[in-house]
């Protein structure tokens, strides 16, 4: 819900979102370059976005993916991928990367996910995905910390 006492801080400081955008933007190009596909790409910014409850993000990034192509149904088991076969090894592998690193207060990435990332992952795929978990996480602070409107 917005609350039009809060400051959306994307714009009272836009130098600061804009650079946050380039980012983003270079994020999306080492990902691509590492391999990683556009719709493994969303389903980490969503799987992300829905540990951190950003709606606004979550409501972009999945009519993003749906966009691009994702089955709707994967959609709808992300935040059960351990529990289902939708998924490939390697895009498990980079889902339990991105949860790690998105939960990294409940104590910090671990060998044993790390680890199984490495396991299946080339080192510029376990920093793409690395460096897409990061990026969600800040995406989503400013919208949740703004209160970004998600409306019907």
């Known amino acids: 819900m917005n609350d039009p006492r809060r400051v959306i801080i994307g714009k009272r ?15 999306e190009e080492s990902a691509a370059a590492a391999g990683l596909g556009p719709l493994l790409i969303e389903l980490l910014k969503i799987r992300a976005s829905q540990i951190n409850g950003c709606a606004f993000c979550l409501r972009m990034h999945t009519r993003d993916a749906l966009k691009k192509g994702e089955n709707p149904d994967r959609i709808a088991v992300l935040p059960g991928w351990e529990e289902t076969g939708y998924f490939s090894e390697a895009e498990r592998a980079a889902l339990r990367l991105t949860e790690a690193v998105t939960r990294v207060s409940d104590g910090h990435v671990s060998d044993e996910d790390y680890n199984a990332a490495a396991a299946l992952l080339t080192e510029d795929q376990i920093s793409a995905v690395s460096w897409l978990a990061i990026l969600m996480n800040a995406f989503n602070r400013v919208a949740v910390t703004s209160r970004y409107p998600v409306n019907g």
């Not at 400081?13 to 994020?27: C, F, N, R």
């Open 13 to 27: 400081h836009p130098a600061s979102y804009k650079a946050l955008i380039t980012l983003s933007q270079e994020v």
